[in-house]
Structures are given as structure tokens and as C-alpha cells.
């Protein structure tokens, strides 16, 4: 069956990813619970959720949010309520948690909401490789304690890495991985190959322990 339905309850807050391709989350709320989403991604909300428009600082607006302006924040002021957001069209929801001991690095524009509790920030990878990095490790950091849910094109494939575990992929293809993983660029070899191989000329190497998670289709390079 292609509808995919996920239901978790934490603290009063559960979700459920709803429709064929998993496209629609549904939030349940309860009073003093507080989510806040990239704008546009409002779809209809139950009575007693405030909801309003904030400013996103200005790195995140332009690297991790896709240009936005604002972050919608909702909080539920009833006893209990619900919220339904999306992404763009196409693409899936994801939910992944978020612990004090468990930082998650997520790619730009896979963000779609987040629990109040949670922080989201830019970090910027340093390598030895120097400016040949490009945006390519530019990340969002989610830090904290709660539930995230990233927005991604195709099926996602959890890879969990041992400890000193090597995983070379695409770059356009990741979508989230533990803060703890290691990474780095790994040259392409060969002009040929860097020219008309199509992953151009590095791809990105985690080194465990830790867990990545890769999206089938490449629509979020950075």
C-alpha cells in the first residue's frame, strides 16, 4: 500500500504523515505547544492555534529556507488542537528526533518544521580543501530536544556507519547525518569522469560512527 501513515505521541504532541506519497503532516496539539515552519507551508489549522509571521535571520533565510523572508510560528492556546502543513509539491515528509546528546545536521531546503523546542542554525563545514567547498557544507544544525520534519523528493535510505565506517556519496543526495559523523570531500579521480561522470568533482565522505540519511532523488544540492 503507497500511503505511508506514522503516528508517535511525546509529551501531548503526535503527528501523522498523511496521503499517498506522505506529503501532509499532520501536528495534534496541546495547549502550550508551539512548532514553527518555513513560510508557505500552512495548510489549515484547528480553532485556538495562534499563529504568526517572524522574521528568520538572514543566513538561514538565504541558505537553509530557500529565499523566505519569515518562519511561521504557531502556538495551541486551546485544550487541544491540530495543524496541517506540506512541502513542495512532490515531495515527502520526514520526521526525525532531536536530543540534547544527538545533534542533527540537515541539507538546505530539506527543512519544513520543527518543534518550539528545537534550534536551527547555520553551520558552515571547515576543510582542508579550502575554497573549493562552495556551499556544499553549508548545513542547518538542529539542535535540542523535540521533533523535526524534513521535506524530501523520492524514498530515503537510513545508513547507519560503524565506528570508522566510510560512506562516499553524492552530495545532492543527503539529506541528514549525525553532528558526531565525520566529513570531508573525496576528490573525483579523473577529468573525464569529473567532467561527464555527472557528480562533478568531489564527493562527500562521512566517517562513522553515526548515521546518515540520503534522499533517492537529487533536487536538494547545495
Do not use: N
Amino acid at each position: 500500500m503507497a500511503t505511508q501513515l506514522e503516528a508517535r505521541a511525546r509529551r501531548g504532541l503526535g503527528y501523522e504523515l498523511r496521503g499517498q506519497l506522505g506529503s501532509l503532516l499532520e501536528i495534534r496539539l496541546a495547549r502550550g505547544d508551539r512548532v514553527y515552519a518555513t513560510a508557505g507551508a500552512l495548510v489549515a489549522m484547528g480553532e485556538g492555534v495562534k499563529f504568526e509571521a517572524r522574521p528568520g535571520k538572514r543566513v538561514l533565510r538565504r541558505v537553509l529556507l530557500g529565499g523566505s523572508h519569515y518562519l511561521q510560528q504557531f502556538e495551541c492556546e486551546a485544550e487541544r488542537s491540530s495543524l496541517v502543513l506540506a512541502g513542495v509539491a512532490g515531495r515527502r515528509v520526514h520526521a526525525v528526533e532531536v536530543s540534547a546528546g544527538r545533534e542533527r545536521m540537515i541539507a538546505p531546503g530539506a527543512f519544513l518544521a520543527a518543534e518550539g523546542g528545537l534550534e536551527l542554525d547555520l553551520y558552515v563545514q571547515k576543510s582542508a580543501r579550502g575554497g573549493l567547498l562552495g556551499r556544499r557544507f553549508c548545513w542547518g544544525r538542529l539542535s535540542g530536544e523535540g521533533w523535526a520534519f524534513l521535506q524530501a523528493p523520492g524514498d530515503v535510505l537510513t545508513v547507519p556507519l560503524g565506528e570508522r565506517e566510510t560512506l562516499s556519496v553524492d552530495s545532492a543526495h543527503v539529506l541528514l547525518f549525525d553532528a558526531k559523523v565525520g566529513l570531508d570531500l573525496q576528490p573525483v579521480l579523473g577529468l573525464r569522469t569529473q567532467l561527464w561522470g555527472g557528480e562533478g568533482f568531489y564527493l562527500t565522505k562521512f566517517v562513522g560512527p553515526g548515521e546518515v540519511l540520503l534522499s533517492t532523488r537529487p533536487e536538494l544540492r547545495c
